[in-house]
């Protein structure tokens, strides 16, 4: 599969107001600034798409994206340490917690962590939290091009040692890069397959 078409369909500010549609979502996710329009931009082949900033929090509602006539791209607000208040970053977390476990259209979740720093904990709590609640994720690896020599794989391997004392077995991984576009084929295959199996 190859995504030929995309396009901006809605943003929904809760799980309720998102479209009334039998398609298939994949949602994406991660802390704050971890690389997550640019992913999208780089999975989709648009380098506007999703809008990427350098301000930390920028989306704050479930942006939705038609790919292919066939799927929707389900772009959710980072968690972490985004500029804004308190009662905003709680009124996130209910949105997206909402959408995660209610929303039935949702196949997977693609939880990106930065592959250049270690764990965090805020990234370890929230794997939990969908493991705790049955929901399946793929953990996806950004800014693969950044670490040098074998800094890369040594951080890889660090954040699954975190990981795997709390899991017995780690999800579906990817190694991505939005500037090189490394993990694209991967990612899109996967989503292809998925789509297969429905």
């Given amino acids: 599969m ?12 809760n799980v309720q107001s998102c479209p009334n549609s039998t398609l298939a979502e994949f949602a994406f996710i991660g802390r704050s600034n971890v690389g997550k329009s640019s992913l999208i931009n780089m999975l ?6 999703a809008k990427v900033s350098g301000k930390p929090g920028k989306t704050q509602l ?3 994206f038609l790919i292919d006539e066939m799927w929707h791209l389900v772009d959710l607000p ?3 340490y985004a500029s804004v208040s308190k009662t905003k970053r709680t009124q996130f977390k209910k949105m997206i917690d909402d959408y995660l476990i209610l929303r ?3 196949v997977n979740t693609f939880v990106l962590v ?3 720093i270690p764990l965090q904990k805020i990234d370890l709590e929230f794997m939990n939290w969908m493991g705790e609640n049955g929901l399946p994720f793929s953990i996806v690896y950004t800014k693969s091009d950044r670490p040098r020599g074998n800094k890369l794989e040594e951080n890889i391997i660090s954040i699954q040692d975190g990981l795997k004392e709390y899991w017995d077995e780690l999800p579906t991984e990817f190694i991505t890069s939005a500037e090189t576009t490394k993990g694209r084929a991967e990612i899109i295959s996967y989503i292809s ?3 297969q199996s429905l």
């Fill in 114 to 116: 930065d592959s250049n």
């Fill in 2 to 13: 190859e995504i030929i078409e995309s396009k901006f369909i809605t943003s929904a500010p």
């Fill in 78 to 80: 980072g968690y972490g």
């Fill in 44 to 49: 989709t082949g648009r380098r506007e798409l």
């Fill in 104 to 106: 039935g259209n949702l």
């Fill in 193 to 195: 397959n998925v789509l």
């Fill in 62 to 64: 479930i942006n939705y």
